[in-house]
């Protein structure tokens, strides 16, 4: 019985935090590798800003896409709905 309602309250919210802070890394890392690519293939291959919107989306993407794997690892642990 080691589930997330069975840690101390302080531990909770330290993993909580974590898993902030990793999607905070994941989404930003993502829309800056993306956007940056598409400024860097805009430049080297002289194009108007079409790669720059390549990036933009597929940033968003996985962006989301991280999104939706935290959610799922958070569903298979059994995480309270309703905030407790």
Do not use: N
Request: charged share 15%; proline share 5%.
């Amino acid at each position: 019985m080691s589930g997330p309602e069975h840690r101390p309250p302080l531990a909770r919210d330290w993993q909580a935090i974590g898993e902030a802070l990793t999607l905070g890394f994941s989404v930003v890392s993502s829309l800056v590798l993306c956007i940056g690519g598409g400024v860097l293939l805009d430049r080297w291959l002289g194009t108007a800003p079409i790669f720059v919107l390549i990036g933009v989306v597929l940033g968003l993407v996985t962006a989301g896409y991280s999104l939706y794997q935290l959610a799922a690892r958070a569903g298979k642990r059994g995480v309270r709905r309703g905030g407790r």
